[in-house]
């Protein structure tokens, strides 16, 4: 029971208690919020710790008593519903116009009502912002690459740009996986003044050693320096892969009656992470995947992988200078072994030369069972690639 509670893959980190690392990502979130006063556009990888970021973000803002509201976007996302829900847990307390009080105030009516019915639009809601009065807002949108693409987007994008023309303190943090600000928020380049983008990197090796750290603690099951560094190189900065790879190492453990996880551990581990992974892989991909790997090409599509886990998703098969020799080696891997097998699509303009994997999980699941193949055949993973 305390395992389960110990690593959580499935789930965000909810508290500074399990928080590991992120302290330079975290001090430019503040600065960009506190003292630049600029919205926020957060983008990473599927499972590079956005919302559990976000969680810890949210919890200091409070502290500093900024009202933070936490949504999370979907395909039905729509804007007035979206705002409706915003303004209506907000109390009218905080409008300038309204004085404690009055009678509204006192039958505890929020901001919404002051919201005409049928569509809202973003100068409405931002005169409303314009008003507020004694607290600071910051407004959290989670999962923005689920949101439907065209006026959703552009709605929200006008809204930040009234917000920022009238310096009126509600700031957004914008959060999605997406290689770059823009891919993200495509309507932000008349914007971006009053915008930073700020890139969740893979976790280094000490980040990913703390999250160990954090889970032993509340475990009780020690890891020995072998297993924490070896689920610290598989890991490549995945902290969703370091929890998972640290929650089944320390049920092996604990069935085999240890006192301490060992490497042995952590390779039975990598065995049901895989198995598990695959579960979330869609059979084209997995097929694919498995016959790619059965023509001898599991170490060329793991450097890929690596690649894009490392890269926010990007294969750049045209880098210059110092990152020519990996982008001409990307290159033939895209087009001989990838493209072949349909597992990778440009992004973009294909003359540019960028891909990304079709499936999102495709560069971890491809990892995870490159490791295990070689933990099979060696005895341990031969990390020769990224
Ligand atoms: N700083 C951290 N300390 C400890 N564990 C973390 C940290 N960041 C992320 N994790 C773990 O990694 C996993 C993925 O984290 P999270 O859900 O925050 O990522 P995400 O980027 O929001 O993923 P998605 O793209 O799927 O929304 C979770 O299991 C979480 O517990
Ligand atoms: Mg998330």
Redesign the pocket.
């Known amino acids: 029971m305390r395992l389960r509670d110990a690593f959580?893959?499935?789930?965000?980190?909810s508290s500074t208690k399990?928080?590991?690392?992120?302290t330079a990502i975290l001090d430019g979130l503040i600065r960009a919020i506190e003292d630049q006063r600029l919205h926020v556009v957060l983008y990473?990888?599927?499972?590079?710790?956005?919302?559990?970021?976000l969680h810890v973000v949210s919890q200091l803002a409070e502290e500093a008593q900024y009202l933070v509201r936490y949504v999370s976007c979907g395909e039905e996302s729509d804007f007035g519903t979206l705002m409706r829900s915003v303004v209506g847990t907000i109390p009218l307390l905080y409008h300038a116009d309204y004085d404690p009080t009055d009678e509204e105030i006192e039958q505890g009516t929020s901001l919404d009502s002051l919201l005409p019915p049928g569509p809202v639009t973003a100068n409405q809601v931002c005169d409303i912002f314009s008003r507020l009065s004694g607290t600071r807002l910051l407004i959290i949108l989670?999962?923005f690459d689920r949101s439907p693409h065209g006026n959703f987007r552009r709605i929200i994008a006008e809204l930040i740009k009234n917000l920022s023309d009238r310096s009126i303190r509600v700031q957004f943090v914008i959060?999605g996986?997406a290689s770059n600000l823009a891919e993200l928020v495509e309507h932000i380049p008349s914007v971006r003044r009053n915008v930073i983008g700020l890139r969740?990197p893979p976790?280094n090796a000490e980040?990913t050693r703390e999250?160990i750290a954090?889970g032993e603690e509340a475990s009780g099951m020690p890891f020995n320096d072998k297993a924490a560094d070896l689920i610290t190189t598989i890991a490549k900065g995945s902290?969703?892969l370091a929890?998972l790879l640290g929650q089944h190492a320390a049920i092996e453990a604990v069935e085999r009656d240890a006192k301490e996880v060992d490497a042995s551990d952590v390779a039975a581990g990598v065995r049901i992470a895989a198995d598990e992974i695959e579960q979330r892989i869609s059979e084209r991909t997995v097929k694919a995947v498995k016959r790619a790997f059965a023509e001898g090409n599991s170490v060329d599509l793991g450097t890929i992988a690596c690649l894009a886990m490392a890269n926010g998703g990007r294969l750049e098969t045209r880098g210059s200078g110092l990152a020519s020799d990996n982008g001409r080696e990307c290159e033939r891997i895209v087009r001989d072994i990838a493209l072949a097998d349909d597992l990778v699509v440009p992004l973009g303009d294909p003359d540019e030369g960028v891909y990304e994997f079709r499936e999102e999980g495709a560069p971890a699941y491809i990892w995870i069972r490159l490791t295990l193949t070689q933990i099979e055949e060696h005895g341990r993973p031969m990390i020769t690639t990224g």
């Open positions: 959580t893959p499935s789930q965000p980190v399990q928080f590991a690392g992120r990473g990888e599927r499972g590079i710790g956005k919302t559990s970021l989670d999962e959060a996986v969740v976790m980040e999250l954090i902290p969703y929890s």
